[in-house]
């Protein structure tokens, strides 16, 4: 029997974008149905996707199941309801953690289940898996506290929040953990002519992104020099299991910040076409609909 294929869109082709297309090429049963981009790039980028359709309008695309939104965060709350009111379902990376997070899942289920599709949010590594690893943390030990470290790396989320800062030509964000759950952030900035280091040194440690981190500022000549898409994480647990303490769990993860984002984004569509119409977190799913395969085998293999 011939294996049917769903069909992907790709919004946005930037690093994570173009991992997503990658591992959609790798899944057996998806169909990339192309990438769609801001109009002023579409011309650009057509020459580096060569086979591949790239348009501006999701519409040309024909027949689309999942799009996979690979866009900057503060982007998403626009961008989604445009396709869920299509009846299409989507999947993004929204790294904003907190209130933020479920005001946006609350505002994207009404939708989805208005026109009868899945949107599932959150869908990257931190938030996204790290978020089922606590979940699981927490089944083992009810009580206790959880410290999740990321890095040294590259952060993607606050990195594009300061290219996006008027003034600001290039610029890297790099997390570097102090422990028990408490960072800083390095960030490197390449300035235009005219622009001043303390204002928009001010302007980074205002961000909600930056606010509640000892955060540096320091500009440099060339950005590019300085650019690792490396990162990690380590979440630790000390909690309490029934009525025994000092049970410790650690998990480590060491990344290429893209690839990893862009395989759990393509993960997560899968999964959402096995849900009821609705927004979903990811340790709201179970974790067999995110993989591909046979259902009987995969328990096989993982119980």
Not at 125 to 146: C, N
């Amino acid at each position: 029997m011939e294996l049917k294929q769903f069909s992907v869109a790709v919004v946005g082709y930037g690093n994570v974008g173009q991992c997503v297309v990658e591992a959609i090429q790798q899944s057996a049963d998806m169909r990339l149905a192309g990438i769609v981009e801001v109009p002023q790039l579409v011309e650009t980028l057509k020459q580096n996707v060569k086979a591949i359709p790239l348009v501006a309008d999701p519409l040309d695309l024909g027949e689309i199941d999942v799009a996979i939104l690979a866009v900057n965060s503060l982007a998403v709350p626009k961008i989604a309801p445009t396709y869920l009111k299509r009846g299409i379902n989507t999947v993004d990376p929204y790294d904003i953690h907190g209130d933020s997070a479920l005001k946006l899942k609350k505002h994207l289920d009404k939708l989805a289940k208005e026109y009868g599709c899945v949107s599932i949010i959150a869908a990257g590594w931190d938030p996204g898996t790290d978020s089922i690893i606590r979940t699981i943390f927490e089944i083992i030990t009810p009580e206790g506290i959880t410290n999740v470290n990321f890095g040294p790396g590259m952060s993607m989320g606050h990195t594009v929040v300061v290219k996006g800062i008027k003034g600001v030509k290039d610029a890297i964000s790099i997390t570097v953990p102090l422990g028990m759950g408490i960072h800083k952030r390095m960030v490197y900035v390449e300035l235009y002519d005219g622009y001043d280091l303390e204002n928009i040194s001010r302007t980074i440690k205002d961000n909600q992104y930056f606010i509640n981190d000892e955060t540096h500022v320091f500009s440099v000549k060339n950005v590019k020099e300085l650019i690792d898409m490396g990162h990690g994480v380590r979440i630790e647990r000390k909690g309490v299991a029934g009525k025994t303490h000092n049970q410790r769990l650690e998990f480590n993860m060491s990344i290429t910040n893209p690839a990893a984002t862009g395989q759990v984004l393509v993960s997560a569509a899968r999964a959402s076409l096995k849900q009821r119409p609705g927004c979903y977190s990811l340790p709201e799913i179970p974790p067999l609909d995110f993989i591909y395969g046979d259902r009987e085998q995969l328990l096989h293999r993982l119980i």
